[in-house]
């Protein structure tokens, strides 16, 4: 449908810590000896040198409301004005309440201003984005938030300690070889009417596509991931490829030819090299940082979106395709003139 809301600005906070990919082998080098697997073959395999890890004891909720200050202060509205904070983080402080509400705690915000989460694993704040939307497109809100605080540090440590077991099988590492992939990462989105707007980033419109058939080929626990790694390859470019048909049919000009950036969800170098081929992609329009920032969950689209700004691969007026895709398997395609 047609839209009237921009992307008004967005920042980021990244962790203190890089963690090389050699370093989490080196911790488990007596099992990948075992099974015969040299060091090294984690960054051979998925092109990730290096994550990030906020210190021991970092709460999500702590790291998005530092997303979410400096978003505010860059952007230079009144915080009374935000109608509705949404958190969309696979990471949590607790079960409940819901990390908006804590994060709403943190800035201070009119008790008029709606909280919730929203969970979709890795698409979570494409999710996150569209219900904003929606709110604007019916003037119920003036601007909306959107934040997001991951942190790998909670799972990949568990999974160190039980992949240095020396009972572990080869079928217990392949199951969970894929969360040392896992970066961290914290952003927030602010979102407005475009009357409202200095940015004039608008939002052309997006198109989901579900194949829920997969929903079991990653799982996720707070302290663990258990993965298929190439199961979950095949059928996430499949689902791809079936929502970029739709994109085409729904999106205008959603096409190689006249988009001028891709901001992918990243999981891998070898997932990104086969979608953009499946896909008939141009290489040099994709934008990566999974090579040293990993796998940030639904982070990693909008601090990848930002961090293409401070390149200076992004003029106005260019159309940007966001392409988002979630364990479940879940997948969106949004259309963005910067």
């Known amino acids: 449908m047609p839209s009237n809301v921009v992307i008004e600005a967005i920042a980021y906070e990244l962790p203190p810590h890089i963690i090389t990919s050699l370093s989490l082998e080196e911790q488990i080098a007596a099992n990948l000896e075992k099974f015969g697997i040299p060091l090294g073959n984690l960054e051979r395999l998925t092109g990730i040198s ?7 004891g970092t709460a999500p909720s702590d790291v998005a409301t530092q997303a979410a200050r400096k978003v505010i202060e860059e952007s230079g509205i009144d915080p009374a004005d935000i109608g509705c904070i949404i958190n969309t983080s696979v990471s949590k402080d607790y079960i409940e309440p819901s990390i908006a509400c804590l994060v709403h705690g943190n800035l201070g915000l009119s008790p008029h201003c709606r909280n919730f989460d929203i969970g979709n694993a890795c698409l979570g704040f494409v999710d996150g984005i569209n219900n904003i939307m929606m709110m604007l497109e019916a003037g119920q809100i003036k601007y909306g938030l959107v934040v997001n605080g991951e942190s790998a540090r909670d799972p990949v440590e568990p999974t160190i300690e039980l992949l240095q077991d020396p009972n572990l099988t080869m079928e217990g590492f392949r199951d969970n070889f894929a969360t040392l992939t896992l970066g961290s990462g914290a952003v927030a989105m602010l979102l407005t009417h475009k009357d409202n707007s200095n940015s004039g980033h608008i939002i052309n419109g997006s198109v989901s596509l579900a194949a829920t058939q997969y929903n079991r080929l990653c799982l996720g626990q707070r302290d663990s991931m258990i993965t298929q790694p190439h199961e979950l390859l095949v059928a996430g470019v499949e689902l791809a490829t079936d929502a970029w048909e739709l994109c085409k049919q729904t999106l205008a000009n959603w096409s190689d030819e006249s988009i001028d950036i891709y901001i992918p969800h990243q999981v891998s170098i070898p997932h990104i090299k086969l979608l953009g081929k499946t ?35 992004l003029s106005a007026g260019d159309h ?13 395609g949004m259309s963005v003139t910067w």
């Open 320 to 332: 940007v395709a966001l392409l988002g895709i979630g364990s479940g398997l879940n997948c969106t």
């Open 50 to 56: 290096e994550r990030r890890f906020w210190d021991p």
């Open 279 to 313: 896909l008939g992609l141009s290489r040099e329009k994709i934008f990566l940082n999974v090579e040293t920032m990993g796998n940030i969950g639904p982070a990693a689209l909008p601090i990848t979106l930002k961090m293409a700004e401070e390149a200076g691969r």
